[in-house]
T-cell receptor, first 113, second 113 residues
């Protein structure tokens, strides 16, 4: 069955520290891959996406993600987090249609001062 | 300019009532969606509407009915509200292509008492 796993329900990092949020998927073919961020009280905003080509993709707000086919992973990274990065992060995969996007359960990022 | 706007932001009502949530997008997208986000932040697709084609999620009770007067608007009407309907409801839009990212509204927090 197709699925997306975000193993960490929440992660706490110090401001200025590096960040990696994990996303693993199970899909029949190479899917389209997305990371979205949800700030408190807001809707979701696209951070970055991967369709094909270079497996390291750059997004907004200094985020990047790397697609690793052999590990079925699409982990999100940022070299130095800011307090404003505190939010919920969602990984999503799909291919056939936007209606059939499969969403991870989300990872809550907490920033320590 | 707000890309995807939904009203109201908060909705508190009693069990058994009927309520509607409105959504409008000014992005020129041809596809709109309703999502439900529960208290654990889990996202669940409810409906997708592309022009005159409505795709219904089979797990959504028929008390929920989307209505789209035109491709820029997708409203959600809920009959006979139940306690379990309490959640945040997000409207989103995109182009139909499966690699087209979703643009979300800021959500409507529905509380049924």
């Amino acid at each position: 069955a197709q699925s997306v796993t975000q193993p960490d329900i929440h992660i706490t990092v110090s401001e200025g520290a590096s960040l990696e949020l994990r996303c693993n998927y199970s899909y029949g073919a190479t899917p389209y891959l997305f990371w979205y961020v949800q700030s408190p009280g807001q809707g979701l905003q696209l951070l970055l996406k991967y369709f094909s080509g270079d497996t390291l993709v750059q997004g907004i707000k200094g985020f990047e993600a790397e697609f690793k086919r052999s590990q079925s992973s699409f982990n999100l990274r940022k070299p130095s987090v800011h307090w404003s990065d505190a939010a919920e992060y969602f990984c999503a995969v799909g291919r056939d249609s936007n209606y059939q996007l499969i969403w991870g359960a989300g990872t809550k990022l907490i920033i320590k001062p | 300019d707000t890309a995807v706007s939904q009203t109201p932001k908060y909705l508190v009502t009693q069990m058994g009532n009927d309520k509607s949530i409105k959504c409008e997008q000014n992005l020129g997208h041809d596809t709109m969606y309703w999502y439900k986000q529960d208290s654990k932040k889990f996202l669940k697709i409810m409906f997708s509407y592309n022009n005159k084609e409505l795709i219904i999620n089979e797990t959504v009770p028929n008390r929920f009915s989307p209505k789209s007067p035109d491709k820029a608007h997708l409203n959600l009407h809920i009959n006979s509200l139940e306690l379990g309907d309490s959640a945040v409801y997000f409207c989103a839009s995109s182009q139909r292509a499966s690699n087209s990212p979703l643009h979300f509204g800021n959500g409507t927090r529905l509380t049924v008492t």
